[in-house]
Nanobody
C-alpha cells in the first residue's frame, strides 16, 4: 500500500526558506505523477507544484513560480519541495500527493482529482 509521509514544516520568518521532504513507500514510483498542494485556514486546498517522478515537465502555481522547486531523491524515494523567499501568504498545511496515472498539461497536473494517495500534511507558518 502506498504511503506518503511529509516532514520539514515549521515556523519561519518572511524571506526565509524551508525544505519539505515527502517519504514515499509501497509503490513503483518511477511511473508515478507526484505533486504538492496546500490548504490555508478557511480556504480550499490549492495546487502548488507537480512533476512526473521520472522527470520531464514541472508545473507550478503562479503564486509560487520562481520561489518553489519540486524535485525528487530517487535513492531515498523522497519527493522534495524547496521553498525560498517565503511570504506570510504561504502559511498553510502542505500535502504531498501521488498517482500511478499520467496526463498532459497544467490543468491535469494541477487537479487534485488526479491523485490517489495523499500524505497527512505538514504545517508551514511564515511570520511577517
Amino acid at each position: 500500500q502506498v504511503q506518503l509521509v511529509e516532514s520539514g514544516g515549521g515556523l519561519v520568518q518572511a524571506g526565509g526558506s524551508l525544505r519539505l521532504p515527502c517519504a514515499a513507500s509501497g509503490g513503483t514510483f518511477s511511473r508515478y505523477t507526484t505533486g504538492w498542494f496546500r490548504q490555508a485556514p478557511g480556504k480550499e486546498r490549492e495546487f502548488v507544484a507537480a512533476r512526473r517522478w521520472s522527470g520531464g515537465m514541472t508545473y507550478y502555481a503562479d503564486s509560487v513560480k520562481g520561489r518553489f522547486t519540486i524535485t525528487r531523491d530517487s535513492a531515498k524515494n523522497t519527493i522534495l519541495l524547496q521553498m525560498n523567499s517565503l511570504k506570510p501568504e504561504d502559511t498553510a498545511v502542505y500535502y504531498c500527493a501521488a498517482s500511478p496515472s499520467s496526463c498532459s498539461g497544467y490543468g491535469c497536473y494541477a487537479g487534485s482529482g488526479l491523485y490517489d494517495y495523499w500524505g497527512q500534511g505538514t504545517q508551514v507558518t511564515v511570520s511577517s
